[in-house]
C-alpha cells in the first residue's frame, strides 16, 4: 500500500468499466467524473482470479460453531463467479434452505507475488475492501457449501491506506445488529494470512484473500438486507432476493 488515502472503484457506465478514485458519491476517472446513482453503477473493486478464503480464524466463532482451534490457517476458494457487485440484489438459491451471512474483512493483491515475507506483505497489497461469504450450510461438503455464483459479495470500493489490526465492524440483517466485532480477535493476523498462504500460491493483482467471520454469522432469508461495516472503510450492502 502505498501510504496515501484513497477509495478505488470500479463502476460501470454508458462509456464501459471504468476505474477511479471515489470521494462522497463521485467517482473521478481519467475520462471525468461520475455520479454513482446516477451516470454510474458500482461494480467488484476488483476482479480477482480467486478468493481466498480463511474460515476459523476468530476464537468465538469457534466456540460458536463447535470447530477445533486451527495451528495454521484454514481456508477455501471461492471462483470468480462468485463475485458479485455492492449494492446489487443477490439472488437466493434454489437448491438449499439454509443461507447463511458472514461479514469479512478482505485484502485486494496489488501485483504478481508469491513467498512473502510478512514485511513484505503490506507493498503486494493494494488495499482492503468488504466480503460477504455467503454459505448454504446444508450442503455437503465446504465447495458445495461456499463456492457458486454471487456467493461472494464485494466491495464497495478499496481503501488503500488502512492498518487491518484493531478496527471494528458490524453486520446489521434486516436493520438488527447481528455481528459486532474487532479485528484484533482473530487467531491469525491479515499480514500472517497473506504471508502463509504466499507460500502456496501464487497471487495475481485483484486476487482476493478474506480474513474469517466474527462470532454469529447466521441465516439470511429473502428480502433481507445484509449491510456490513468495517471501520475506516464504509459499508457493503446487497438484498437476498
Known amino acids: 500500500m502505498n501510504g496515501s488515502h484513497m477509495r478505488l472503484a470500479r463502476i460501470r457506465t454508458a462509456d464501459g468499466v471504468l476505474t477511479g478514485e471515489y470521494d462522497d458519491g463521485t467517482v473521478e476517472t481519467d475520462d471525468g467524473a461520475y455520479i454513482v446513482g446516477d451516470d454510474a453503477e458500482l461494480l467488484a473493486p476488483c476482479e480477482p482470479s480467486a478468493c481466498y478464503c480463511v474460515g476459523r480464524n476468530f476464537a468465538a466463532t469457534l466456540e460458536q460453531m463447535e470447530y477445533e482451534t486451527p495451528e495454521v490457517p484454514d481456508w477455501f476458494i471461492k471462483p470468480p463467479v462468485s463475485v458479485h457487485p455492492p449494492d446489487e440484489p443477490v439472488e437466493y438459491p434454489a437448491w438449499t434452505e439454509e443461507l447463511t451471512y458472514a461479514g469479512e474483512l478482505a485484502a485486494v493483491i496489488d501485483e504478481r507475488c508469491t513467498d512473502l515475507a510478512i514485511d513484505e506483505v503490506d507493498d503486494a497489497v493494494r488495499g ?13 461438503g465446504r465447495t458445495a ?3 457458486f455464483d454471487g456467493s461472494a459479495p464485494l466491495g464497495p470500493w478499496i481503501e488503500t491506506d488502512l492498518d487491518p489490526e484493531g478496527i471494528d465492524m458490524t453486520t446489521h440483517v434486516g436493520g438488527e ?12 493476523s491479515p499480514r500472517e494470512i497473506i504471508s502463509f ?13 478474506s480474513f474469517g467471520s466474527p462470532a454469529n454469522p447466521g441465516l439470511v432469508e429473502p428480502g433481507e438486507d445484509v449491510t456490513i461495516w468495517y471501520e475506516g472503510i464504509g459499508k457493503l450492502q446487497n438484498t437476498v432476493k
Open 128 to 140: 482492503y475492501t468488504i466480503l460477504n461469504d455467503l454459505d448454504a450450510l446444508d450442503q455437503a
Open 197 to 209: 498462504l504466499s507460500e502456496r500460491y501464487t497471487f495475481q493483482p485483484g486476487d482476493v484473500v
Open 177 to 188: 445488529q447481528r455481528q459486532e466485532s474487532n479485528t484484533e480477535l482473530m487467531l491469525f
Open 145 to 147: 457449501r461456499k463456492a
